[in-house]
C-alpha cells in the first residue's frame, strides 16, 4: 500500500480486495469522503482498526484470518450501514458482539436523527 494513501481525501470507494497485507493503513482513516471500502477475499488480513468516519459499506467477505474489529466506542462516529463478514472464519462472539453493538448504536442515532428532523419539519 502507497504510503500516499492518507492524501487521496476525495476518493469516496476504494476496493482492495485480494490483497495479502494483514493489516490495513493506519491512513486509511484519513480518507474522510471513504464511503465503500471492498476487502473480499485478504485472506491475511487479521484486524480492522480505526476506519474512515463516512464509511457506509464496509465488505469483507472471506477475510478468513480477519479475528478483530473494532469496538463500538471506536468507530461511532461513522455511517457504516452495511457489513459483510461472511466467511471470516476466525471472528469470534467478541467480534460478533462488537459488531451487533455497533449496528444497534447506530440504528438508535439514526432514529433519533429521524425523529429530530421530522420533529422540526412539524
Same mark, same amino acid.
Given at each position: 500500500?502507497?504510503?500516499?494513501?492518507?492524501?487521496? $481525501?476525495?476518493?469516496? &470507494?476504494?476496493?482492495?480486495?485480494?490483497?495479502?497485507?494483514?493489516?490495513?493503513? #493506519?491512513?486509511?482513516?484519513?480518507?474522510?469522503?471513504?464511503?465503500?471500502?471492498?476487502?473480499?477475499? +485478504?485472506?491475511?488480513?487479521?484486524?480492522?482498526? #480505526?476506519?474512515?468516519?463516512?464509511?457506509?459499506?464496509?465488505?469483507?467477505?472471506? +477475510?478468513?484470518?480477519?479475528? $478483530?474489529?473494532?469496538?463500538? @466506542? $471506536?468507530?461511532?462516529?461513522?455511517?457504516?450501514?452495511?457489513?459483510?463478514?461472511?466467511? +471470516?472464519? #476466525?471472528?469470534?462472539? $467478541? &467480534? +460478533?458482539?462488537?459488531?451487533? &453493538?455497533? &449496528?444497534?448504536? #447506530?440504528?438508535?442515532?439514526?432514529?433519533?436523527?429521524?425523529? @429530530?428532523?421530522?420533529?422540526?419539519?412539524?
Amino acid at each position: 500500500m502507497p504510503k500516499s494513501l492518507g492524501c487521496l $481525501t476525495s476518493l469516496e &470507494a476504494l476496493d482492495l480486495s485480494g490483497n495479502n497485507f494483514v493489516i490495513l493503513p #493506519k491512513n486509511i482513516s484519513e480518507l474522510y469522503e471513504l464511503q465503500h471500502l471492498g476487502l473480499r477475499y +485478504c485472506r491475511r488480513l487479521r484486524s480492522l482498526q #480505526k476506519l474512515p468516519p463516512q464509511l457506509a459499506k464496509l465488505d469483507a467477505h472471506r +477475510c478468513t484470518s480477519l479475528s $478483530t474489529v473494532p469496538s463500538s @466506542s $471506536t468507530i461511532v462516529d461513522g455511517n457504516i450501514f452495511e457489513f459483510i463478514f461472511t466467511n +471470516c472464519l #476466525k471472528l469470534y462472539e $467478541t &467480534a +460478533c458482539n462488537n459488531i451487533m &453493538a455497533y &449496528a444497534l448504536l #447506530k440504528i438508535q442515532l439514526y432514529a433519533i436523527r429521524l425523529y @429530530s428532523e421530522v420533529s422540526l419539519s412539524l
